[in-house]
């Protein structure tokens, strides 16, 4: 991955998000998933245009299961946007540079 969107897995998932204050938008994804490959470029832009504002991380859901299930992800890519640790919205699917741009707005330090 880059230095803007970072892997997270069962082992390190909920002690990285404890320590964040800004929102958190999390895909869940697989290798293995045409739309999952689609987006990941997407999500490397917007990562880098709202770095320090929002944090992006991704979460292989078959090489880890608990977060996923804690999640309940049952469709893939899922995007989840994390505010103070909490689940605030849920994405299903793939989402265009200007969707995800507008996601990430709503909830940025500058958009909130």
Known sequence: MSENVKILGDA???EV????STPILVDFYA?????????????E?????FKG?????KVNVDA???????????????????KNGAEVERFV????????QDILNRYSAAGN
């Open 53 to 57: 504002k929002v944090e992006i991380f």
């Open 31 to 43: 290798d293995w998933c045409g739309p999952c490959k689609m987006i990941a470029p997407v999500l």
């Open 45 to 49: 832009e917007v990562a880098g245009e």
């Open 12 to 14: 390190d998932f909920k």
């Open 64 to 82: 880890n299961r608990n977060i996923p299930g804690e999640f309940s992800v049952s469709s893939i890519p899922t995007l989840i946007m994390l």
């Open 93 to 100: 699917g793939y989402k265009s540079k200007k969707e995800l």
């Open 17 to 20: 998000i404890s320590g964040i």
